[in-house]
């Protein structure tokens, strides 16, 4: 598909990337990626948004990668979208069935008719052609959307646990009792935090939640009535011509008040065993499943266990590299690494069936992945974690976190890890900010 491309430079990014995000409230359908300008070698732009839907795939995990896999060889062009966790269940002979109060599809990708890309001081409209003709109203439109408020409200939020703290620590032994009997090393259990009967305004909500957090894989997604209102830093997967780029996190410390006290933390989270267990562990893995697509002998790690430091927290980030032949199809590729290794534990396929077992929510779009695939088929997806997921027909608002266990793990730290990364999210949603 042919698409009419039209540069230009806004007097103020920050003030045209918060118009933009007013101006595509408009659309069922739309799709904001947003770096927040943190600057790491891999990014293609600081920011990008997908609006108005002309074509889509929808589906259920039965089949989906290769229902994927055809509309994308078909369509030849940019489709915007996310794979949910639960398409583990068309890679492996897999179930979910644990509660879901969500209902967002396993599967769903679109074709915008308008995409604009901004990359420091540069925005990039690219319509299709068919609609380029409406690049001139569209900008006029988008430079007059900044006194438009929303006029919906969020009422007050009471937000429960699906497991409560006794239960996790049971549960979490369970899994230690797995790993002591060697069925898995590590595993990734999440829990869900929730509130029925519950409006929020998904613009402002994001937008709380993102000023809070800057993290350099935010997501606003808009599908219908269901939104994904995401402050993920972790990228899963990210292919750039013949190079494919993971960088798992697994390892997490608190921020300090001052600079001397981080970087005391800092160094602690580099030098901690148990930490740096819980990378490398999942760094072996994603090693392993890159492999499955990799030109022989160019798997490599390019950064092991480093520090990045966010506004909430302190991460553990490795980097694994490989090289792949053009003949190999950008979905098989994600497929043969679906679901993330940060996300499941290792050996994968025991730690996700017993994280079926012990966890209460089905996960969804949680801990699955949302980006973009190019025409040529380069693409970069995130980690859908540190996310508000929202179904405003059903006033079901949810967010989930997890951390993950191994051997060295000790019940009340996992759970006061669990609680540091779900702070944010929750001090958006009970305003206490």
Not at 146 to 171: C, G, M, P, V
Not at 245 to 265: C, F, N, V, Y
Not at 330 to 346: E, L, Y
Request: charged content about 25%; overall charge neutral; glycine content about 4%.
């Amino acid at each position: 598909m042919q698409r009419t491309s039209y540069q230009f430079q806004p007097k103020d990014i920050a003030e045209f990337k918060s118009q933009l995000l007013l101006w595509a409230q408009q659309f069922k359908v739309a799709v904001w990626l947003d770096s927040n300008n943190y600057h790491q070698k891999h990014s293609s732009f600081d920011a990008v948004l997908a609006v108005d839907t002309f074509s889509f795939i929808e589906s259920s995990y039965q089949n989906a990668f290769q229902q994927l896999k055809t509309y994308q060889t078909n369509v030849k062009d940019y489709i915007f979208g996310y794979l949910s966790y639960d398409l583990k269940n068309d890679v492996e002979n897999l179930t979910s069935t644990n509660f879901d109060g969500l209902d967002f599809p396993d599967l769903y990708f679109f074709q915008p008719k308008k995409i604009i890309v901004i990359k420091e001081n540069t925005v990039e409209i690219k319509y299709l052609n068919q609609f380029k003709q409406e690049i001139e109203t569209d900008l006029e439109a988008i430079l007059s959307s900044k006194n438009k408020k929303s006029t919906a409200k969020s009422n007050s939020i009471k937000i429960k646990l699906r497991i409560h703290k006794d239960e996790y620590f049971q549960k979490l032994n369970s899994i230690l009792n797995h790993i002591h009997r060697g069925d898995i090393y590590e595993a990734n259990f999440c829990q869900e935090f929730y509130s029925e009967n519950s409006t929020i305004n998904p613009l402002e909500t994001y937008q709380k939640l993102n000023k809070i957090s800057k993290p350099p894989f935010a997501t606003f997604l808009k599908l219908n009535d269901k939104f994904l209102l995401s402050a993920s830093p972790e990228r899963y997967l990210k292919k750039e011509g013949e190079t494919v780029i993971s960088q798992p996190i697994k390892g997490t410390e608190k921020r300090a008040s001052t600079k001397t006290e981080d970087a005391i933390l800092i160094q602690q989270l580099e030098q901690n065993p148990k930490e740096r267990a819980e990378n490398i562990m999942i760094v072996d893995l994603v090693r392993n499943d890159l492999s499955k697509s990799a030109i022989k002998g160019s798997v490599k790690v390019d950064e092991l266990c480093k520090v990045y430091t966010f506004e909430q927290v302190h991460q553990l980030i490795s980097t694994v590299t490989c090289k792949v032949k053009n003949t190999v199809h950008p979905v098989d590729i994600i497929k043969n690494t679906f679901p993330m290794g940060s996300m499941t534990g290792a050996p994968k396929f025991s730690a996700m069936k017993i994280i079926e077992e012990v966890e209460e929510t089905k996960r969804g779009v949680y801990s699955g992945a949302v980006g973009y695939f190019t025409p040529t088929g380069n693409f970069d997806f995130n980690v859908i974690i540190r996310s508000i997921l929202y179904n405003a027909t059903k006033k079901y608002v949810s967010y989930s976190v997890g951390g993950a266990i191994t051997s060295q793990s000790e019940p009340e730290k996992e759970y006061e890890e669990c609680l540091l990364k779900a702070k944010a999210m929750k001090q958006v949603l009970l305003n206490t900010i």
